[in-house]
């Protein structure tokens, strides 16, 4: 049984309040809608027959999708609770449409940080099978202390939780060349887990099944890096640094999940040597151009592997959500 564990859908009427409303940017165009500036969105974001055509074509068991990150959280904006719930109402309608292929990740009220244990809990029992979280809540990092319940309950519920990249920063720090997509993300992945790990949310959760956008991002290359500020003696040792964990940072890498939206073998080679297959987990970005969006270079990746790995992983979404 094959899981998807990262996919995104925006539903075509929830696309039309938006663009009616003005929000984010989103307008009509003759494809369907575009965010202000940029080409048309990929009809398959919000083309039903399409993705279900694609998911059975591809043997795709489950597709397990949230909003895109836009939408989300950005800087100086995050969804509180009428937003979220907004999101999460077209994103279960989506998964009902699809039948036994979608399941839903619902978004908490980050914005709103006192509410989000208790729209999870809402959330799993009105029919998601788990939860989207950002990268940070409009700015401010997820580790706050104000975070706390809500990290205990995704621990407390056992349920994926699904972390993806947002924009954190101001876009113009960017500038051209798509790099909020192709370096920003991947870097604000890095900075929010590295903050988890430093400020002890992982220590204190070790059973938090959390699983990262594209690889991880660039976390999984710092291994070695954080692991220097936690051992530093001296002129640059931080107290910080140790004062809410008791083993070296690398040591929590090895309680995250991680996708397989890499988009190269050696990476992915890398990926599955540090962590191990246990922790990698089939993924697409469906159906972003940047991504792998029906999983063609991580399944030209896993070939690459040996008939146990490329089985371990393919079935890594499955096992975490209990399915095998």
């Known amino acids: 049984m094959i899981v998807d564990v990262h996919a995104h859908t925006l539903s075509r009427d929830f696309l039309g309040e938006l663009a009616r409303e003005g929000a984010f940017g989103i307008e009509t165009c003759p494809e369907g809608f575009r965010f202000a500036g940029y080409g048309p969105l990929d009809p398959l974001l919000f083309d039903m027959p399409g993705r279900l055509e694609s998911l059975t074509r591809r043997n795709i068991s489950l597709q397990l999708v ?14 509180d609770g009428a937003f979220a719930r907004r999101l999460n109402a077209q994103t279960l309608a989506a998964a009902r449409d699809g039948g ?12 709103e940080p006192e509410r989000c244990a208790d729209a ?3 959330a799993l029992d009105e029919g998601h099978v788990g939860v989207a979280l950002p990268t940070s809540a409009a700015g401010r990092p997820l580790d706050d202390p104000a975070f706390e319940d809500m990290w205990a309950e995704c621990a407390r519920q056992g349920c994926i939780v699904f972390m993806h990249p947002t924009s954190g920063v101001d876009r113009p720090a960017f500038g051209s060349f798509t790099m909020l997509q192709l370096v920003g993300w991947p870097s604000e992945t890095a900075l929010c887990v590295a903050r988890l790990i430093f400020s002890g949310v992982l220590e204190r959760h070790p ?44 040591h929590y890498l090895g309680q995250l999940y991680y996708d397989t939206v890499v988009a190269h073998p050696t ?37 690459q592997q040996s008939t146990e790995v490329r089985a371990r992983v393919l079935a890594g979404g499955a096992r975490l959500m209990g399915l095998a």
Request: glycine letters at 10%; a neutral charge; proline letters at 11%.
């Open 207 to 250: 059973g938090l099944k959390l699983v990262l956008a594209h690889g991880g991002g660039t976390l999984p290359m710092l291994a070695g890096r954080l692991d220097l500020a936690y051992e530093a003696p001296l002129y640059e040792a931080n107290p910080a640094c140790r004062a809410n964990i008791c083993r070296p940072p690398s």
């Open 267 to 303: 990476v992915l080679d890398f990926l599955l040597n540090l962590v191990g297959p246990e922790r990698v987990v089939f993924g697409t970005d469906f159906p972003f151009e940047i991504g792998d969006a029906e999983g063609a270079k991580a399944l030209a990746a896993l070939d």
């Open 100 to 111: 036994q292929r979608l399941g839903g990740l619902a978004v908490p009220p980050i914005a």
């Open 66 to 79: 949230s909003p895109p990150p836009r939408v989300v959280s950005h800087a100086g904006w995050a969804a």
């Open 120 to 122: 999870i809990r809402r």
